[in-house]
Nanobody, 124 residues
Framework: VQLQASGGGLVQAGDSLRLSCLAS????????LGWFRQAPGKEREFVSA????????AYADSVKGRFTISRDNAKNTGYLEMNTLKPEDTAVYYC??????????????????WGQGTQVTVSS
């Protein structure tokens, strides 16, 4: 499965963005989806995850209440709605898919497929 993340950009603090993750195959509908981010000089960190049918979600504490993960399996697409953005949210955001599908893993090694990343920059 190939994943393509998009929707990043330069915004001001307090603004919103919606990231999309388009998968190349319909098998995506059976996979779990995760979003990770990596800021300059920092390790990649977990942001959010959703199970194959959307029944389970998970969020990092730093984004809980501000970000919402969702998916539309009919469109082979996952989303990350980001509200009330802060400068510390600045990073390259990656989407990833994992074949087990039923969980919401938060470790990058648990994911099988990765997108290329999209840059999100939040100015103060």
């Amino acid at each position: 499965v190939q994943l393509q993340a998009s929707g990043g950009g330069l915004v001001q603090a307090g603004d919103s963005l919606r990231l999309s993750c388009l998968a190349s195959e319909r098998t995506f509908s059976r996979y779990g989806l995760g979003w990770f981010r990596q800021a300059p000089g920092k390790e990649r960190e977990f942001v959010s995850a959703i199970s194959w049918n959307g029944g389970r979600t998970a969020y990092a504490d730093s984004v809980k209440g501000r970000f919402t993960i969702s998916r539309d399996n009919a469109k082979n697409t996952g989303y990350l709605e980001m509200n009330t953005l802060k400068p510390e949210d600045t990073a390259v955001y990656y989407c990833a898919a994992e074949r087990r599908g039923y969980g919401v893993p938060s470790y990058s090694y648990e994911y099988d497929y990765w997108g290329q990343g999209t840059q999100v920059t939040v100015s103060s």
